[in-house]
């Protein structure tokens, strides 16, 4: 039973530039929720996904948005990226939207240059 | 806006010592609470969570965590701690009425000297 996935695990960017990241869920898993750790920092609400729809939201702009597929997996893309987006973008996935469980992936680590 | 408080930045302590992590949330309805840790280069997991009845859970690894509503506090315990519970441990509340959205502390570094 494959637990939460997410790749890449490293990115390098420059500023200005877009980026896309992707996670798949644990198995059994419908909701998707992101979250950005900056370094020294508790893990912040991005947004998360059920039904392919956003369904909350935390406090980031639009240039953070994202997507669900059918298959439950889900997609973090940032626009115009900033030096302080840098930062350790963590995936969970738990089943349906009434505060169950979360199960979190490795991450991937961006870096804005 | 809720937010969680973890008291601690980093805390060092031997072997057998007794550890516990204050965590205070501020929020005035039903919560979910949780303990996830971080071991070094491993993603988060979860240690315990308390959803309702017993105030005091018990979770993996000999952790405990005791949930004093009046205090609004969620503090994690452990008797006699052990070099392989050196980690960063991370207090999260979700409202009943915010789905699944998770309000994490800053966290806590431990640091077990053998």
């Known amino acids: 039973d494959a637990g939460v996935t997410q790749s890449p695990t490293h990115l390098i960017k420059t500023r200005g530039q877009q980026v896309t990241l992707r996670c798949s869920p644990k198995?059994?898993?419908?909701?998707v929720s992101w979250y950005q750790q900056a370094l020294g920092q508790g893990p912040q609400f991005i947004f998360q996904?059920?039904?392919?729809?956003?369904?909350q939201r935390g406090n980031f702009p639009d240039r953070f948005s994202g997507h669900q597929f059918p298959n439950y997996s889900s997609e973090l893309n940032v626009n115009a990226l900033l030096l302080g987006d840098s930062a350790l973008y963590l995936c969970a996935s738990s089943r349906g939207t009434g505060g169950a469980e979360a199960f979190f992936g490795q991450g991937t680590r961006l870096t804005v240059v | 806006a809720q937010s969680v408080s973890q008291h601690n930045h980093h805390v060092i302590l031997s072997e057998a010592a007794s550890l516990e992590l204050g965590c205070n949330y501020s929020y005035g309805g039903t919560v979910n609470l949780f303990w996830y840790v971080q071991y070094p280069g491993q993603h988060l997991q979860l240690l315990l969570k308390?959803?309702?009845?017993?105030?005091l859970v018990k979770g993996i690894k000999g952790f405990e965590a005791e949930f004093i509503k009046s205090k609004f506090s969620f503090n994690l315990r452990k008797p006699s701690v052990q070099w392989s519970d050196t980690a960063e441990y991370f207090c999260?509340?979700?409202?009943?009425?915010?789905?699944?959205?998770?309000?994490f502390g800053g966290g806590t570094r431990v640091l077990v000297k053998p």
């Open positions: 999260a509340v979700n409202p009943k009425a915010a789905g699944n959205k998770l309000t």
């Open positions: 996904y059920y039904e392919e729809e956003e369904r």
């Open positions: 198995s059994g898993h419908d909701t």
């Open positions: 308390y959803f309702s009845g017993d105030p």
